[in-house]
């Protein structure tokens, strides 16, 4: 069975960082295409990054590009999303999921699995 479960999330002051993780238990991570969603009050779920299989390759949503950066280490089974230069609106709960494609897809229905969430709280 897959699970993915999230951490690093917190409160942070506008300007600053956060480094999520994902460690995902899954046999041939590496061959799963994964994302991060986020979810805020009263919001529909929104995408935010995706990464491909070993390549790498990557997708960001308009609102992150520049200030997020998605990555991956397949040898710890972990992908991480590094967050700088944080704003209020980036405030949300914070999900990783796992697709069965091997494209990198923007799409929340191409992803089967999801974890947990971690809330991110960004104050002004």
């Known amino acids: 069975q897959v699970q993915l479960v999230e951490s690093g999330g917190g409160l942070v002051q506008t300007g600053g960082s956060l480094r999520l993780s994902c460690a995902a238990s899954?046999?041939?991570?590496?061959?799963?295409?994964l994302g991060w969603f986020r979810q805020a009050p009263g919001k529909e779920r929104e995408f935010v990054a995706a990464?491909?299989?070993?390549?790498?390759?990557?997708a960001y949503a308009d609102s992150v590009k520049g200030r997020f950066t998605i990555s991956r280490d397949n040898a710890k089974n972990t992908m991480y999303l590094q967050m700088n230069g944080l704003k209020p609106e980036d405030t949300a709960v914070y999900y990783c999921?796992?697709?069965?494609?091997?494209?990198?897809?923007?799409?929340?229905?191409?992803?089967?699995?999801w974890g947990q969430g971690t809330q991110v709280t960004v104050s002004s």
């Open positions: 999921a796992l697709s069965g494609s091997k494209l990198v897809l923007t799409g929340s229905r191409f992803y089967a699995y």
């Open positions: 899954v046999r041939t991570f590496s061959t799963y295409t």
């Open positions: 990464i491909g299989l070993s390549d790498g390759s990557t």
